[in-house]
C-alpha cells in the first residue's frame, strides 16, 4: 500500500459535489433507528428568535474572503458595534434561482436554526437582502480539519478516538432530527482553539421522513458511500460510512479507497476491501489498536444494513468497544482535555485591511431576482 503525501490534495475529490435527482421510498425496515434513546422519529422545530442577539445589516464590515463552495463564498467581517468577529456566507438568490436551490438553501437554514449542541455550528442571524441571502455564524481563525491535516500529518490513535466521539455525537444529533447530513469531510469540520470540532455547512443535508430515502449522488468524491455509487436509494447510513473513511484518513493521513484517478476512486469503492498500512513497511506509526480496526471496518461495511449504525442507529456507534471508558457527558460539556494543540494555518496572502468587494449582479439578474421576491420571504421568518 502507498500513501500519498499529505500536503498534495486531488482538488477535483473537494469540490464535485451533485444534488439529489429524486426521493423514493424504502421499506420501513431498511432505516435506521432517528434517536440516541431510541424514541420515535423527531421532527426538528426553529429555535425562537429571541435566543439570538440581533444583529443589523448595517453594521456589518466585510474584511476578507475566506471560503467559497458552488453557490456562496464566504467571508471574515465585523460586528462594528460588539468588534467581534464571524463568519458569514454570501448566496446570491439568482444562482439560487437559476439552480433550483431555493428550497435547499431554505432547508440549510432550517436545519442550523434548529440545531444547538457543542459540536455543530450555530447560525447567529439570517439577513435576506436584495440580491443575496447571508448567514452569520462564528468565526474559527484556526480553519478546519484538512489544514490541520496538512499541517499535522497525521493524528495519534487515542486523539482521533476522541474526535470520533465529537463527530459521533453530532451524527446522532442530526439523525435524532431526522436529518441525513451527507458531506462528511475535513473540509466541512471547524477546529476551535481548544482543539474541539463543530460541523459546518449543511447545504446537501436533507431532512427524510420514517421509511424515505433519497436516490442520486451528493457528496464528495472520496467520502461518498458505496450504496451511493451503485446508484441505490440512501439514507443515514451514508453518514456512518463518511465517518468511517474520515477516521481512517486521519489516522493514515490518506482516504482509504483514494486514488488519482476519481474513476478509479469510485471503482475502489464499489470493490475493493480495506486495507491497512504494514506497520513493517511504513513504521510503528502504523499500528492500530484491534478495537479501533473493528470500529473502522464496521463503519465501512459496503452493505449499509450491515454497517455499524445502519440499521440500530447511533446507539450501536455509541456502544462499541472502541468507546468503552468514555466519558460522553463530559466530552459534551468539553470538560475532557484533549491532549493536541491545533495549528494556525498559513495567513492568506490578502492583509487583513484589503476588503474584497463582492461580485457584481448584473440589471438582468436582479430583475429576476425581483419578479421571484416571494420566493425569499420566508427567509424573514
Known amino acids: 500500500m502507498q500513501i500519498r503525501n499529505p500536503q498534495s490534495v486531488r482538488q477535483e475529490s473537494l469540490v464535485q459535489i451533485e444534488t439529489d435527482i429524486e426521493c423514493t421510498i424504502v421499506a420501513k425496515r431498511d432505516v435506521p433507528i432517528l434517536a440516541i434513546n431510541n424514541s420515535k422519529y423527531q421532527a426538528f422545530q426553529l429555535r425562537p428568535r429571541e435566543e439570538y442577539k440581533y444583529v443589523e445589516f448595517r453594521d456589518i464590515e466585510l474584511i476578507k474572503q475566506i471560503g467559497e463552495g458552488g453557490f456562496s463564498k464566504v467571508y471574515l467581517v465585523n460586528n462594528k458595534k460588539t468588534k467581534t468577529e464571524h ?22 437554514r ?51 478516538r476522541l474526535m470520533a466521539a465529537q463527530l459521533t455525537l453530532a451524527i446522532a444529533t442530526l439523525h435524532a432530527k431526522g436529518i441525513v447530513y451527507r458531506d462528511l469531510k475535513p473540509e466541512n469540520i471547524l477546529v476551535g482553539n481548544d482543539g474541539y470540532m463543530v460541523l459546518a ?4 443535508s436533507r431532512q427524510l421522513k420514517p421509511g424515505e430515502a433519497s436516490l442520486g449522488r451528493v457528496g464528495t468524491v472520496d467520502y461518498i458511500a458505496a450504496e451511493i455509487y451503485r446508484g441505490q436509494p440512501h439514507s443515514f447510513p451514508v453518514d456512518w460510512w463518511s465517518l468511517g473513511v474520515l477516521l481512517y484518513e486521519l489516522l493514515v493521513s490518506q482516504a482509504p479507497f483514494y486514488h488519482d484517478d476519481l474513476e478509479q476512486t469510485e471503482w475502489n469503492v464499489k470493490n475493493l476491501p480495506l486495507r491497512w498500512p504494514d506497520p513493517k513497511h511504513h513504521g510503528p506509526g502504523f499500528s492500530f489498536k484491534p478495537t479501533t480496526k473493528s470500529f473502522i471496518r464496521g463503519l465501512l461495511d459496503k452493505d449499509p444494513k450491515k ?44 492583509a487583513r485591511a484589503a ?27
Open 87 to 108: 463568519a458569514l456566507k454570501s448566496i446570491r438568490k439568482d444562482f439560487m434561482l437559476s439552480n433550483g436551490q431555493v428550497e435547499s438553501i431554505k432547508q440549510e
Open 110 to 160: 432550517d436545519i442550523m436554526k434548529a440545531m444547538n449542541h457543542p459540536f455543530i455550528i450555530k447560525l447567529q442571524e439570517v439577513f435576506n437582502q436584495q440580491a443575496r441571502i447571508y448567514f452569520l455564524m462564528p468565526y474559527y481563525p484556526l480553519g478546519n480539519m484538512r489544514q490541520q491535516l496538512r499541517l499535522q500529518g497525521k493524528f495519534p490513535e487515542e486523539i482521533v
Open 201 to 204: 455547512d449543511f447545504g446537501v
Open 307 to 350: 454497517r455499524l449504525g445502519g440499521v440500530e442507529g447511533p446507539l450501536e456507534v455509541l456502544r462499541h468497544p472502541y468507546f468503552e471508558g468514555l466519558d460522553f457527558a463530559k466530552l459534551e460539556k468539553k470538560e475532557l482535555k484533549l491532549n493536541w494543540t491545533p495549528k494556525m494555518p498559513q495567513p492568506p496572502q490578502q
Open 355 to 381: 476588503v474584497i468587494e463582492e461580485s457584481v449582479v448584473s440589471r438582468a439578474q436582479l430583475e429576476l431576482v425581483l419578479q421571484n421576491k416571494q420566493k425569499f420571504s420566508h427567509f424573514e421568518e
